[in-house]
């Protein structure tokens, strides 16, 4: 007799399974300890906003796109990126749920999109980290010659970008450090994170505080030397120094109430970052013509050309702290992804359990803190910037239909926090992503789909079929 197969039928995908929905009210699975609350959020927040921004890229566009209209540049900058962030305050206290824009992609607008998002910000995140790492190494270089300490030439840098380098030894050791931090504990890392970011912001005060007095005014004359274009141009540049506060909702679950303090401490550290870039755009126009600006090493060059040079260390010691503060708040947003994707069944469950006693996702967190130390060790930063960018923008673009398309379908949802002037300001957002996007390189989209196409793959050999909400269905 032939036996039975009592095996349950594998799911055949269809358009009602690639676009079914996680429900908006989701229950607390107690994964995480909820150890953060509103000073850690925005610390977590801020960590990711003001960053290589203040160090270098206001000098950069400066420079070499806007001249002193670097001002203008990053106010648009710093619109665009609020649009986009509204709509993410309305998600994270309607969805206070680790995951970011892959939680909030699943909620509006279907699994397969969701999917899609949280493939790409696993790469684009991981980037990220190894860029910012790479970064924090040329600083850590230039600290300790200052103090007579030199690594050998084969620690310096990747293969490629220097004669006898081999690895970028202060790279890898940062990628790992951050990892080991994440996995001792939200708490502890909340901790460190908030003093870092304390330091980053005094420090900062203390350039713009010493630099205001040594403003000379004629220095912003011509205000548009490369038009108003040169203007709207340095805006695509600026803004991905503004968009960190997507890294901070990926640790909703984390935060002591999620639905109440995650749209505070978006909007807090926005509005905090706002200034932050202005007053520093404007110092640095001020203290010396444009022209001048030395595009590596902006307020260094600035202070030390009006005698100030003292400032160069402490400014060095500020875009280590600072640049650092941006890679651990973009580790933890990828392991939180990474964790999410798998409890929800579309990655394989191991990563989906956490670590019993720290209540940390250290199965996720290690296995990141390894890739990306092997991008940031081996790969020049240039080649590790060009896997970033696209997933940033792409999830914006998802953010701000998820807030239209719920607004429309599900009304009566809780919102603690409700974005002001749908659809006017999701579309604004919309706009921008869609613009910046259209600026990308060749290179970057052939990254791009290859790694879709790679996801798909899993999604469909695996994902779909091992998603949770296909017990939900049956």
Request: charged share 10%; net charge positive; with cysteine.
């Given at each position: 007799?032939?036996?039975?197969?009592?095996?349950?039928?594998?799911?055949?995908?269809?358009?009602?399974?690639?676009?079914?929905?996680?429900?908006?009210?989701?229950?607390?699975?107690?994964?995480?300890?909820?150890?953060?609350?509103?000073?850690?959020?925005?610390?977590?927040?801020?960590?990711?906003?003001?960053?290589?921004g203040v160090f270098s890229l206001a000098g950069v566009v400066a420079h070499?796109?806007?001249?002193?209209?670097?001002?203008?540049?990053?106010?648009?900058?710093?619109?665009?990126?609020?649009?986009?962030?509204?709509?993410?305050?309305?998600?994270?206290?309607?969805?206070?749920?680790?995951?970011?824009?892959?939680?909030?992609?699943?909620?509006?607008?279907?699994?397969?999109?969701?999917?899609?998002?949280?493939?790409?910000?696993?790469?684009?995140?991981?980037?990220?980290?190894?860029?910012?790492?790479?970064?924090?190494?040329?600083?850590?270089?230039?600290?300790?010659?200052?103090?007579?300490?030199?690594?050998?030439?084969?620690?310096?840098?990747?293969?490629?970008?220097?004669?006898?380098?081999?690895?970028?030894?202060?790279?890898?050791?940062?990628?790992?450090?951050?990892?080991?931090?994440?996995?001792?504990?939200?708490?502890?890392?909340?901790?460190?994170?908030?003093?870092?970011?304390?330091?980053?912001?005094?420090?900062?005060?203390?350039?713009?505080?010493?630099?205001?007095?040594?403003?000379?005014?004629?220095?912003?004359?011509?205000?548009?030397?490369?038009?108003?274009?040169?203007?709207?141009?340095?805006?695509?540049?600026?803004?991905?120094?503004?968009?960190?506060?997507?890294?901070?909702?990926?640790?909703?679950?984390?935060?002591?109430?999620?639905?109440?303090?995650?749209?505070?401490?978006?909007?807090?550290?926005?509005?905090?970052?706002?200034?932050?870039?202005?007053?520093?755009?404007?110092?640095?126009?001020?203290?010396?013509?444009?022209?001048?600006?030395?595009?590596?090493?902006?307020?260094?060059?600035?202070?030390?050309?009006?005698?100030?040079?003292?400032?160069?260390?402490?400014?060095?010691?500020?875009?280590?702290?600072?640049?650092?503060?941006?890679?651990?708040?973009?580790?933890?947003?990828?392991?939180?992804?990474?964790?999410?994707?798998?409890?929800?069944?579309?990655?394989?469950?191991?990563?989906?359990?956490?670590?019993?006693?720290?209540?940390?996702?250290?199965?996720?967190?290690?296995?990141?803190?390894?890739?990306?130390?092997?991008?940031?060790?081996?790969?020049?930063?240039?080649?590790?910037?060009?896997?970033?960018?696209?997933?940033?923008?792409?999830?914006?673009?998802?953010?701000?239909?998820?807030?239209?398309?719920?607004?429309?379908?599900?009304?009566?949802?809780?919102?603690?926090?409700?974005?002001?002037?749908?659809?006017?300001?999701?579309?604004?957002?919309?706009?921008?992503?869609?613009?910046?996007?259209?600026?990308?390189?060749?290179?970057?989209?052939?990254?791009?789909?290859?790694?879709?196409?790679?996801?798909?793959?899993?999604?469909?050999?695996?994902?779909?079929?091992?998603?949770?909400?296909?017990?939900?269905?049956?």
């Amino acid at each position: 007799m032939k036996p039975v197969d009592t095996r349950a039928p594998r799911p055949r995908p269809t358009r009602s399974t690639l676009l079914r929905r996680m429900p908006v009210t989701v229950v607390d699975t107690g994964d995480f300890t909820k150890s953060m609350g509103l000073w850690q959020l925005v610390a977590l927040s801020l960590g990711g906003l003001v960053g290589a921004g203040v160090f270098s890229l206001a000098g950069v566009v400066a420079h070499d796109i806007a001249g002193p209209a670097v001002l203008v540049s990053f106010a648009i900058a710093i619109v665009a990126s609020g649009a986009a962030g509204l709509c993410y305050a309305e998600f994270a206290g309607m969805v206070p749920r680790a995951g970011s824009a892959y939680t909030y992609a699943y909620v509006s607008l279907g699994e397969i999109i969701g999917f899609l998002i949280g493939w790409d910000l696993l790469l684009e995140y991981t980037a990220i980290v190894s860029v910012v790492a790479i970064a924090v190494s040329g600083y850590l270089n230039y600290i300790t010659h200052y103090f007579g300490f030199d690594l050998p030439a084969w620690a310096l840098g990747a293969p490629g970008t220097g004669s006898g380098h081999r690895v970028d030894l202060f790279a890898v050791l940062l990628c790992l450090l951050l990892a080991f931090l994440l996995s001792r504990g939200t708490r502890e890392s909340a901790r460190v994170q908030t003093g870092l970011v304390a330091l980053k912001m005094a420090i900062v005060a203390i350039v713009v505080l010493a630099g205001a007095f040594r403003i000379k005014t004629g220095n912003y004359d011509p205000f548009f030397p490369f038009g108003l274009g040169g203007a709207v141009s340095g805006a695509a540049l600026a803004f991905f120094a503004v968009y960190g506060y997507d890294a901070m909702s990926a640790a909703a679950e984390e935060s002591t109430d999620g639905k109440r303090l995650l749209p505070k401490a978006i909007m807090i550290s926005l509005g905090i970052a706002s200034v932050v870039y202005l007053l520093v755009c404007l110092v640095i126009v001020g203290m010396v013509n444009y022209t001048d600006i030395a595009v590596s090493a902006p307020f260094s060059s600035a202070f030390d050309s009006i005698g100030l040079g003292v400032l160069g260390l402490v400014i060095a010691v500020g875009a280590v702290v600072g640049v650092t503060t941006s890679a651990f708040a973009n580790m933890l947003a990828v392991t939180r992804v990474g964790f999410a994707m798998s409890r929800d069944g579309l990655l394989p469950g191991y990563f989906g359990a956490p670590n019993p006693r720290r209540r940390v996702p250290t199965r996720v967190i290690w296995p990141v803190g390894i890739v990306s130390a092997l991008i940031a060790g081996f790969l020049p930063i240039r080649e590790a910037a060009e896997l970033t960018n696209v997933g940033i923008l792409m999830a914006f673009i998802v953010v701000a239909l998820g807030v239209m398309r719920l607004r429309r379908t599900r009304p009566e949802a809780e919102r603690p926090f409700r974005t002001p002037w749908v659809p006017v300001v999701p579309l604004i957002g919309i706009a921008f992503s869609v613009w910046l996007i259209g600026h990308l390189t060749w290179v970057t989209w052939v990254r791009f789909a290859v790694w879709l196409v790679l996801g798909l793959v899993l999604y469909f050999t695996f994902g779909h079929r091992h998603s949770k909400l296909n017990a939900g269905a049956a």
